[in-house]
């Protein structure tokens, strides 16, 4: 394991910002939350053969992806696939999930997505905003097949990402 301020000989680089995807049971419920709820933008709606799939080693199956993006730029990709999905078990607890655990949207006023969540019958995991830290309050949701969404409010983003600030002037 490396040092940690110490750099790296190789440097992942990219070209546009993370999307993340979401393996889904029925794409049709999860586009009425991403895009009804969240209001996520369609971009692209796409369909894989079994071919495609079975060699890109995606699934045996072939699948339909959509991808989503939000009003910042990033993307959700909901991917469903034509054959059979694994369920894995919804834990009470977000951090009692292994793995990728949840998505983190940072927005400018949590109570108003508190609001909105809570007015629209979306399941909240916590009961309200809540204040983690000084300056820093969030709120964990799931989406309808049970993936933990986190909202995110820093009163002060310069602190936790200067890079955003400084690339914004």
């Given at each position: 394991m490396m040092a940690r301020n110490?750099?790296?000989?190789?440097?992942?680089?990219m070209v546009a910002p993370l999307e993340p995807g979401i393996v889904c049971r029925d794409i049709g419920i999860?586009?009425?939350?991403?895009?009804?709820?969240?209001?996520?933008?369609?971009?692209?709606?796409?369909?894989?053969?079994q071919e495609m799939s079975a060699r890109f080693g995606a699934s045996p199956d072939g699948?339909?992806?959509v991808r989503l993006q939000t009003p910042y730029g990033e993307r959700v990709k909901l991917?469903?696939?034509d054959g059979r999905i694994v369920d894995s078990p919804t834990p009470q607890w977000v951090f009692q999930r292994r793995?990728?655990?949840?998505?983190?949207?940072?927005?400018?006023?949590i109570n108003e997505v508190f609001a909105h969540m809570r007015q629209n019958n979306a399941k909240l995991v916590?009961?309200?905003?809540?204040?983690?830290?000084?300056?820093f309050r969030a709120l964990?949701?799931?989406?309808?097949?049970?993936?933990?969404?986190?909202?995110?409010?820093y009163a002060d983003l310069g602190a936790y990402r200067p890079d955003l600030?400084?690339?914004?002037t």
């Amino acid at each position: 394991m490396m040092a940690r301020n110490q750099p790296s000989a190789w440097s992942l680089k990219m070209v546009a910002p993370l999307e993340p995807g979401i393996v889904c049971r029925d794409i049709g419920i999860m586009l009425q939350f991403y895009e009804g709820l969240l209001g996520f933008e369609v971009v692209a709606d796409a369909k894989a053969t079994q071919e495609m799939s079975a060699r890109f080693g995606a699934s045996p199956d072939g699948y339909r992806i959509v991808r989503l993006q939000t009003p910042y730029g990033e993307r959700v990709k909901l991917v469903q696939t034509d054959g059979r999905i694994v369920d894995s078990p919804t834990p009470q607890w977000v951090f009692q999930r292994r793995g990728l655990a949840y998505l983190t949207f940072i927005v400018p006023n949590i109570n108003e997505v508190f609001a909105h969540m809570r007015q629209n019958n979306a399941k909240l995991v916590s009961p309200e905003p809540i204040e983690v830290r000084p300056g820093f309050r969030a709120l964990f949701v799931a989406d309808p097949e049970g993936n933990f969404i986190e909202f995110v409010e820093y009163a002060d983003l310069g602190a936790y990402r200067p890079d955003l600030i400084l690339s914004a002037t």
